[in-house]
């Protein structure tokens, strides 16, 4: 039996600028971490995967077919884009409603269908207001109900957790495995290791359009523990903040900055789960994260030398 | 803070949750007619032409020339009077046909695809298992419909209000007959100029600019510079298509005489300026139909960024 999406000698580029180079990639499994620096080619492979683009060379199969413009593919995938963008002035109900109504459904269940994905995601209270009134993370709930309806068989989930605060990251990660429970498989990209970790132990890593590694995250992970990571907190209570973390080992360095502080840590896994706690405590207090790309970086930096 | 994921519920006495029921297989549509995806893409266009701002601003524009026979009735003095037939012509002419029809196509048309393409929504619509001429041509049903009401209406106002000179009677069946066949000339202009503009929407990132230039720039410069280029026009055939008597009465203030010359003998009989108009049509729609299949709208140079 074929693998869900197969890659063979995957190039695409556009004028001058490649973005993926001969990526010889089968995924399988039920949750897959797409892992790469922003600019890796991580969304252009997802793209290609949708059949949103052509490939400039070598072939990619979904289901054992091309993507391209092949509606038995699509019938089959959900895809929530990495970019926040709706139809103008609409509310989140009418944005999945629209687009169930060009799924195919009729009118009674694409509204059904609407009401369920916002009810599954959390949203029924909100559904009837305009996505412009919205929080980032509210967006994204509304982005993934969209893609959602139709039941899916293959999801791609193009950054989901940006702009998220801690505990919808957590949600995120449940939701995701949930739906790997219901016989999904996700497909999810970010370019945050430690995201991908929690919710599966399968990564592809991409960099500079080429596939670096494909395996198991323990295995990367081990060489990214050599290098501290950096995580920006959003807050207006800096000082506060960083008396909490400065006490810790695990952090080797902080800085205070406006409205926010930067934690370079070597155990990233304790200072997140820190920051939930802090963030159940005081919901005010964390007003974002933001995960620099540095430790990563240095992995892709270690791995290409 | 609520909870992303929906607490599981289990209807009354079963232990089917609402998750279940819609991660079930039969939940997917099934295929559904192209006439349900063209009028759900149908209902979306005019939803959102609707709510614009620029609906208000179009009909307002519109509706200017109504006022023109009522404010020629206050100021004129009795042997300076104006026939309402010849009123009511030369505003259909040089206003509802020439200025109004392509400026309405450029308002809704101009931006039927391209809108989608600026706002990045067309990813969403891509990744629907939809044809996309069904797509391409329920947008254009809607501008068709929104723009024909608005021409209509203000030329049907236009010839009331024209009724106040002599000349002109809303009694006369030869005067309906004349209002009837301007209107049919508006419909048949909007379908050309419309479909002209939504291929400039999917192939071009300005599409108005380029609209502007060609329909009232090119087309005007066309009419003066002698030679066959006036073919290359859209205004020629509608011209053709205007009643005998207002053709003859058309006599532009700038004109060459080779140019008067050429448009004499290769003047266009209705016939074939109707077959120009559908040709133009059909022609401009395939294109833009064709466009959606071909171009990778999805990449972010498409998309103008």
Redesign the interface.
């Known amino acids: 039996m074929s693998p869900i999406i197969e890659a063979c000698g995957l190039s695409k580029w ?2 001058e600028v490649v973005a993926l180079n001969n990526l010889d990639i089968a995924l399988d499994s039920p949750v897959t971490g797409l892992l790469g620096p922003n600019g890796a080619g991580k969304s252009t492979f997802i ?1 290609l995967a ?5 490939p400039s060379k070598g072939s990619i199969r979904i289901f054992g077919e091309a993507p391209r ?1 092949n ?2 593919v ?2 089959r ?1 959900g ?1 929530c ?1 990495e ?1 926040d ?5 609409s509310t989140g109900f ?1 944005f999945i409603y ?9 009118h009674r ?1 694409a509204v059904t ?1 609407a009401e ?2 916002c ?4 949203m029924t ?1 909100r559904m009837h207001d305009a996505i412009d009134t919205y929080s980032k993370g509210m967006r994204q ?1 509304i982005k993934i109900a ?1 893609a ?1 309806t ?2 899916p068989e293959l999801l791609f989930l193009d950054e989901p957790m940006n702009g998220l605060d801690p ?2 990251r957590e ?2 990660y ?2 995701i495995q ?1 739906l790997a429970g ?1 016989g999904m498989t996700v497909v999810v990209s970010s370019h945050i290791l430690y995201e991908i970790e929690r919710i599966t132990d399968t990564v592809v890593l991409i960099y500079g359009g080429t596939l670096l590694a494909q395996g198991r995250v323990r295995d990367i992970r081990d060489l990214i523990d050599k290098y501290p990571q950096a995580i920006r907190i959003r807050t207006t209570q800096a000082r506060t903040l960083a008396e909490r973390f400065i006490t810790q080992e695990a952090v080797s360095s902080l800085e205070i900055e406006e409205n926010s502080i930067l934690v370079r840590t070597r155990d990233p896994n304790f200072t997140y789960e820190m920051l939930n706690s802090i963030a159940l405590e005081d ?1 005010e207090l964390i007003q974002g994260i933001a995960c620099s790309d540095d430790n990563l970086q240095s992995v892709f930096d270690y791995l290409t030398r | 803070m609520t909870s992303f994921i929906n607490d599981t519920q289990t209807a009354a006495g079963m232990n089917i949750t609402k998750e279940d029921l819609f991660f079930r297989p039969d939940n997917r549509p099934d295929h559904s007619s192209y006439f349900q995806r063209f009028s759900a893409s149908c209902a979306h266009a005019m939803s959102m032409i609707a709510r614009r701002k620029r609906l208000a601003v179009a009909a307002l524009i519109a509706f200017l020339p109504v006022l023109v026979p009522l404010a020629l009735a206050f100021f004129s003095t009795s042997q300076f009077a104006e026939s309402g037939n010849n009123v009511f012509v030369r505003l259909a002419e040089d206003l509802h046909i020439n200025v109004f029809t392509p400026l309405l196509a450029l308002f809704f048309a101009g931006m039927l695809i391209a809108e989608d393409i600026e706002m990045r929504t067309m990813i969403y619509i891509l990744t629907r298992p939809m044809p996309r001429s069904a797509w391409v041509l329920g947008r254009f049903c809607a501008y068709i419909f929104v723009a024909s009401l608005i021409l209509i209406s203000s030329a049907v106002l236009t010839f009331a209000a024209s009724c106040v000179h002599s000349n002109l009677s809303l009694m006369s069946a030869g005067d309906i007959k004349l209002l009837l066949h301007y209107c049919g000339v508006m419909v048949l202009g909007l379908f050309a100029y419309g479909a002209f503009s939504v291929f400039l929407g999917a192939f071009t990132r300005r599409p108005i600019v380029f609209g502007v230039i060609l329909f009232y720039g090119w087309q005007h410069l066309a009419t003066l510079i002698p030679g066959l280029v006036d073919f290359f026009t859209i205004k020629k055939y509608t011209t053709a298509m205007l009643p005998l008597l207002a053709t003859q009465r058309h006599n532009p203030v700038i004109e060459t005489v080779l140019g008067n010359i050429q448009r004499e003998v290769f003047l266009v009989g209705m016939p074939k300026a109707l077959a120009a108009l559908v040709f133009i049509t059909v022609v401009s729609l395939l294109l833009t139909i064709y466009a959606t299949y071909r171009r990778e709208y999805a990449s972010d140079r498409a998309a103008g960024g």
């Open positions: 556009f004028g793209k949708l059949g949103l683009y052509s413009n509606h038995r699509m019938r995938i895809y884009p970019t963008y709706f139809f103008e002035n009418e629209w687009l169930n109504r060009y799924w195919g459904m009729q269940q269908s369920a994905a009810d599954l995601v959390n209270e709930r969209q959602l139709g039941c505990k919808g949600e995120m449940l939701l949930k219901k919901a």
